[in-house]
């Protein structure tokens, strides 16, 4: 949902979710990634938010339409991506493009073409494609993706609005703790939350003692955290920190270096010694899996019981 990356790309967000409630979309848009890692889901659920008709039910975000299914498995008859055919994108493959484009939608009005890499449009393929941009048909959009927008023609460029996305690299300084590197991934420096560094403290002190305790853990959430994680915001910061945490830990598995957890190294080790690199991996999808269900789960107590349970391997 475009909703997940509204911290993310708080800009970008902004910009892209106006146009489709006011519905003043742009009939050709040009993404520049910066290095953003999620480049691609972040435009492909913009793109759902284009295509779904169910989107103005639900504050203008889909709950899962088979619609927005079919697009998320990448079967959706609508879309037609274009990717470099060897070093270029050739004629060829824009004008099977625009043939297809001229007849109606199968599904819903709108379609919508991709091109990845669109820097490696070259002079000849670029002219085959710029009346179609230049005559826009209302229920065409064109998402062009680049990583570099100054390697991409000026004429194309000038005839799409430019969306540049917020890069997610971040560098950490040598001698930061934890804490501070966690605060900066996950964008917290600036928390109002006067409690914000007790919490992450008590996130990590929590998979400690499921690490140590297993399926016990149920009878003392209340000791580990209930005091200070209780909204489902404050759950779904927590999960990404535990995400976090253990991705931590495969590093340490894998004889990588620790990234953001140096000041845990202790306990990163004990973990590591009582898990497979497969049985993490398993941990970050259940947690993956579960910070999804947060928002639509009213027992968020049930939640976590569930939550162990499964990380347990019940079901
Ligand atoms: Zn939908």
């Known amino acids: 949902m475009l909703d997940d990356y509204k911290s993310k790309q708080p800009i970008v967000y902004k910009i892209l979710k106006n146009a489709i409630i006011n519905d003043k979309c742009s009939h050709a848009y040009l993404f520049e990634t910066n290095g953003f890692t999620e480049s691609f889901d972040f435009i492909m659920s913009f ?75 070259n002079k000849s393929s670029a002219n085959s494609i710029l009346k179609f941009l230049e005559e826009p048909d209302n229920n065409i959009v064109a998402i062009l993706i680049t990583d570099n927008i100054y390697e991409v023609l000026e004429t194309i460029r000038s005839r799409c609005q430019i969306i540049g996305l917020k890069s997610d690299i971040i ?31 008590k996130v990590i002190d929590f998979v400690n003692f499921y690490e140590e305790k297993k399926l016990d ?45 140096k000041d845990n190294k202790e306990n990163i080790e004990k973990i590591t010694s009582k898990n497979t690199v497969e049985e993490i991996c398993n941990k970050i999808n259940i947690f993956m899996e579960f910070k999804q269900k947060i928002k639509y789960n009213a027992n968020t107590n049930l939640l976590m019981d569930k939550l162990i349970i499964t990380l347990e391997g019940g079901i």
Not at 174 to 188: A, R
Not at 219 to 229: A, G, M, R
């Open 47 to 121: 793109i759902k938010s284009l295509l779904c008709p169910n989107k103005y039910l639900n504050n203008n975000n889909c709950n899962n339409c088979h619609q927005c299914e079919v697009i998320k498995s990448g079967n959706f008859p609508e879309i037609k991506i274009i990717n470099p055919d060897g070093l270029w994108i050739k004629k060829e493959q824009l004008q099977e493009l625009q043939n297809e484009f001229n007849k109606k939608a199968i599904i819903g009005t709108k379609k919508v073409y991709i091109i990845n890499h669109a820097d490696k449009l």
């Open 171 to 201: 560098k950490y300084e040598e001698n930061s703790t934890s804490l501070e590197n966690i605060k900066k991934t996950l964008c917290l420096e600036k928390s109002q939350d006067e409690n914000i560094d007790i919490k992450i403290t």
């Open 217 to 261: 853990t149920i009878l003392y959430f209340n000791k580990i955290w209930n005091d200070y994680i209780k909204t489902k915001e404050e759950l779904q910061e927590a999960f990404e920190i535990i995400i976090l945490y253990y991705k931590d830990i495969l590093n340490k598995k894998m004889s990588r270096e620790i990234k953001l957890f």
